[in-house]
């Protein structure tokens, strides 16, 4: 089966530094993703992770542990337009093109001034 | 590139009616799209991986006979809302990977179902 858990709700101020976190317990792993999506709106791929580490990305940086079922999405010099969820997802083994994305509920995160 | 493109944007119909959602890959060839769906303030669930050719994989608790899904060339993927209820309205959202990973899959726009 599949559990993926991020927390539900984050807010910060303009211009800080915000960690979501996302652990997941799923059968079998090919790379985890990291979406964001405005109200309303389709998703906007963010990052993807498959080896452990660090991967950097401008404002966006996102961390994975295999080994611990983890990962971390980290935003710095948070801006207004940053609110909107944040969404965790695993994919499986297999063909990559022909496997879906199983989502965690999503983060939604609140900056305010 | 890698652009998906769907079709209604927003649409209203009548409970009992048949609404069909239209998902083309613009610039790639796409034999394998995914259909969510996403209720207020809730994540996206995975409803059914569409296959060019053969018939949908439908996930656990989708009902095939009332998500009617075709995908009939490389391009195109739709989804049929059959006898539609208010219960059915919804953010519908298509996906496909045009495999260049480090764009990640590549989203619809998606379809605003409301069924009064």
């Known amino acids: 089966g599949q559990n993926i858990d991020q927390p539900t709700e984050m807010t910060a101020t303009e211009g800080a530094i915000v960690q979501i976190n996302c652990t997941y317990q799923?059968?079998?792993?090919?790379?985890l993703f990291w979406y964001q999506q405005h109200a309303g709106e389709a998703p906007t791929f963010l990052s993807y992770n498959v080896l452990d580490g660090l991967e950097e990305k401008g404002r966006f940086s996102s961390f994975l542990s295999r080994s611990k079922g983890y990962s971390y999405l980290l935003l710095k010099e948070l801006q207004m337009k940053d609110s909107a969820s944040y969404l965790c997802a695993v994919r499986a083994p297999a063909n990559q093109a022909g496997t879906a994305l199983i989502f965690g509920k999503g983060t939604t995160l609140s900056v305010s001034s | 590139g890698a652009v998906v493109s769907q079709h209604p944007s927003r649409v209203i119909c009548k409970s009992g009616t048949s609404v069909k959602i239209e998902c083309r890959s613009l610039d790639f060839q796409a034999t394998t799209m995914f259909w969510y769906r996403q209720f207020p303030k809730q994540s996206l669930m995975l409803m059914a991986t569409s296959n060019e050719g053969s018939k949908a994989t439908y996930e656990q608790g989708v009902e095939k006979d009332k998500f009617l899904i075709n995908h009939a060339s490389l391009t195109l993927s739709t989804l049929t809302v059959t006898s539609a209820h208010p219960e059915d309205s919804s953010f519908y959202i298509c996906?496909?990977?045009?495999?260049?990973?480090?764009?990640?899959?590549?989203f619809g726009s998606g379809t605003r179902l409301t069924v009064v």
């Open positions: 799923t059968s079998g792993f090919n790379g």
């Open positions: 996906s496909a990977n045009p495999r260049v990973v480090f764009n990640g899959y590549t």
